[in-house]
């Protein structure tokens, strides 16, 4: 399929994990893909492989709204219109509430929703232009609440109803606003996670499919909400969750 060509979606996060998945599918399905990250060297590595007339590497840190006007501007310079908005970047702090810092809490934060609002802002008068769409990624962890993850959990229950309340915002002028809500998946940042079998094993009980998901699990559904077919969905919250969220959380039998 080449749904997204002549687009151009923006990407942020997308040095690894989720956010390089969805800038993939992006690019596969014709789409111009800004990929935006903190770290220039992944982002290379990841455009490496991409068509360059239709990739533009953006080095931004998304909780400075000086860097994402920068970066905006330099994607309308580039493209001349921005279509997609899937605003992906996130950090955790995983400890108990007792030992997280002030400093911890406020950077979860500032990346993981005051990040959404500076991209959403600053992309806003094109997206209007485009009757574009933004795509947010919350977390089964923005739905229900995890041990020893007081501040990501905050940060994503924030995620989930910002989406709600963007959508209604904006669908006056044509942009629609949903986010995909995974739960465990392959990334840097669930790296140690995956690493412990006895952990890992504990995780795959929840899952009716058995298994954790891939980068390219979540990217499907990223691209069909950025996509014609979801033309009429705006204030979604989809879980892609292996079916965690269909239980009680009473264990297998």
Request: contains cysteine; aromatic residues 6%.
């Amino acid at each position: 399929m080449q749904r997204f060509t002549g687009k151009t979606a923006i990407v942020t996060g997308s040095s690894s994990g989720i956010g390089e998945g969805c800038a993939r599918r992006f690019a596969a399905e014709g789409a111009n893909v800004v990929l935006v990250a903190r770290d220039r060297e992944k982002l290379d590595k990841v455009a490496a492989d991409l068509d360059p007339d239709r990739t533009l590497v953006c080095e931004a840190d998304v909780s400075q709204r000086e860097e994402v006007d920068r970066m905006v501007e330099a994607v309308a310079d580039r493209f001349g219109a921005i279509d997609i908005l899937h605003s992906n970047a996130g950090i955790a702090v995983m400890k108990p509430f007792e030992d997280t810092t002030p400093e911890e809490w406020r950077n979860v934060m500032a990346t993981d929703i005051d990040g959404m609002f500076h991209c959403a802002q600053a992309a806003l008068p094109h997206l209007k232009a485009s009757k574009g769409c933004i795509i947010h990624t919350a977390s089964v962890s923005g739905t229900g609440g995890d041990w020893n993850m007081t501040a990501y959990d905050a940060a994503k229950g924030a995620v989930v109803n910002f989406t709600r309340a963007l959508a209604l915002d904006l669908g006056k002028h044509g942009v629609r606003v949903n986010a995909v809500a995974p739960s465990l998946t392959e990334s840097e940042l669930t790296a140690g996670m995956l690493d412990d079998e006895e952990l890992l094993a504990k995780f795959h009980e929840r899952f009716a499919l058995g298994r954790h998901a891939t980068p390219e699990d979540i990217a499907g559904p990223v691209a069909f909400l950025a996509s014609e077919d979801a033309r009429f969905v705006t204030g979604a919250i989809l879980p892609v969750d292996g079916g965690m969220s269909a239980s009680n959380g009473q264990p297998p039998q």
